[in-house]
């Protein structure tokens, strides 16, 4: 069974950059889909951006397109998210998650019944 390890959160000033690990154990990643999603307090869980198993196909979030990268590292069972001009409405929990059905692309990003979850870091962008 697919389990998921999100790590690489922190405090950073507005401006500055992160990057966010997915780390699996279990299964090897190259079957899945893994997406990054996000959850403000008060705000509902929304999807940030997703990765095909072989990686050769991603999707963004409008909100973090151009700032934001998913990539996978299917060596080191890795899905990483550079995030870089981080913004204070980007403080929020971010939580990564996998699915073998469904492909990555917008409806993916709506949905919130994915087969697995990890944890969440917490990401706080504030000066």
């Known amino acids: 069974q697919l389990q998921l390890v999100e790590s690489g959160g922190g405090l950073v000033q507005p401006g500055g950059s992160l990057r966010l690990s997915c780390t699996a154990s279990?299964?090897?990643?190259?079957?899945?889909?893994i997406g990054w999603f996000r959850q403000a307090p008060g705000k509902e869980r929304e999807g940030v951006s997703c990765i095909s198993s072989n990686g050769r196909n991603t999707n963004y979030a409008e909100s973090v397109n151009g700032r934001f990268t998913i990539s996978k590292d299917n060596a080191n069972n890795t899905v990483y998210l550079q995030m870089n001009s981080l913004k204070p409405e980007d403080t929020a929990v971010y939580y990564c998650?996998?699915?073998?059905?469904?492909?990555?692309?917008?409806?993916?990003?709506?949905?919130?019944?994915?087969?697995?979850w990890g944890q969440g870091t917490q990401v706080t962008v504030s000066s």
């Open positions: 279990g299964v090897s990643l190259e079957h899945y889909v």
């Open positions: 998650a996998g699915d073998q059905v469904i492909a990555c692309g917008r409806y993916f990003l709506r949905s919130l019944d994915l087969d697995y």
